[in-house]
Structures are given as structure tokens and as C-alpha cells.
């Protein structure tokens, strides 16, 4: 969810755990817009998997379960069936977030021609709303296990994995670089 929605900020002081269902919550899980209304992701990690989850979870968790179960689920909501829904559900929500987003703005924050205080343009909120639901569509089927035709295989070119899309978020998420680079409000060593 944090990749596909662009969803920044994702401390662990933002996590909340259930003691009696163990169900997880987190607050503060909007994304970040830039000051045109359009989803931003600045962060270099696409989702928190540091290195005492990847400890918990084992080489054969992540490489295996979470890589699978991640193209699995990224393979049905784009399928042909599912894409209609999820583009009017992801329509909604984007709506409800513009709206609430430019409200909530910082005072001190400029604002873009047409994009500001509650007072949106419909022809600009709706090409917001459809410009960041195209984004997270975008996001998603990049991230689908591509398949191929032997016809269009180069014979020369090694084999390409269909999970590629997924093992470079993976990869992104477990790069020492990568989570030096965060926050130290975002506490990588948890």
C-alpha cells in the first residue's frame, strides 16, 4: 500500500497494534501531494521491510512469500476484471483526499493556480483525481509479472525473471543505502 498510493512518512510512532485482535492500524496514512494535488513519492524506500523484519521473516520468507504473494496480488487487480473496479474505488478515494487535502494544507504552503483552500476548480479536481488514479494504476502493472511471448524474446538477452517488478521494490526496501538515507524518526533499526 505505501508504494502503490505513494504514502510517505511511515514511522513507527504511527503504528498502533490491537492487544486483544492483533490487528494493526496506522495513522496518519494519507499520501503526499505536491502543491498541484498530484501524488509525490521522495522517500527511497517503497515499503518498511528493514533488516530485523527481513531476520524475522527469513531469506526464504522474503524471497519466496512475500515476493509470490506480492505479484499475486499485484497480477489480480489489474486483471481485466478487476481494473474497473478498482479505478472507480481508487477514484473515490482520491477524491475524498483532494478534497480533505486542500484543507489541510499549512498556511504558510503556496498555492497552485486553481489548486487551493477548498475552493477547487471541478474540471481541475477531476483531472487531479483521474491524473493520480492513471499514477497508482501505473504503479501497480509496472510491478505485474510480465510475460512473455517467444516471439518477442531475443534469443542473445538472458532470462528475465517475472517477478523483476517486485524484486527491485525488494531490493529498494532492504538496500543499506537506501535506509541510511531516511529519517531518524523512521527508527530503521526497528
Known amino acids: 500500500m505505501p508504494f502503490m498510493l505513494q504514502i510517505g512518512g511511515r514511522s513507527p510512532n504511527k503504528i498502533l497494534f490491537a492487544k ?3 490487528k494493526i492500524f496506522q495513522t496518519d496514512f494519507h499520501p503526499a501531494y505536491d502543491a498541484n494535488g498530484v501524488i509525490e513519492f521522495s522517500e527511497p524506500v517503497p515499503f518498511r521491510l528493514t533488516r530485523n523484519m527481513q531476520a524475522f521473516f527469513s531469506h526464504f520468507g522474503v524471497e519466496g512469500f512475500i515476493v509470490s504473494v506480492m505479484c499475486a496480488a499485484a497480477q489480480t487487480v489489474v486483471s481485466p476484471k478487476q481494473t474497473q473496479h478498482l479505478w472507480y474505488h481508487l477514484a473515490m478515494f482520491f477524491r475524498d483526499e483532494l478534497f480533505s487535502w486542500s484543507w489541510r494544507r499549512p498556511l504558510g504552503m503556496p498555492l497552485a493556480p ?12 477531476k483531472h487531479k483525481v483521474t491524473a493520480n ?6 504503479r ?9 511471448s517467444e516471439e518477442e524474446e531475443n534469443v542473445m538477452d538472458p532470462p528475465q525473471s517475472l517477478q523483476r517488478g517486485v524484486t527491485k ?3 529498494a526496501a532492504l538496500l543499506p543505502r537506501n535506509l ?11
Open 20 to 22: 486483544n485482535t492483533g
Open 114 to 125: 486553481a489548486a487551493g483552500g477548498g475552493s477547487l476548480n471541478p474540471a481541475d479536481f
Open 133 to 138: 488514479v492513471e499514477n497508482v494504476i501505473g
Open 140 to 148: 501497480i502493472t509496472g510491478i505485474t509479472p510480465q510475460f512473455f
Open 169 to 171: 521494490l525488494v531490493d
Open 180 to 190: 541510511c538515507t531516511m529519517d531518524p524518526t523512521w527508527h530503521p533499526w526497528f
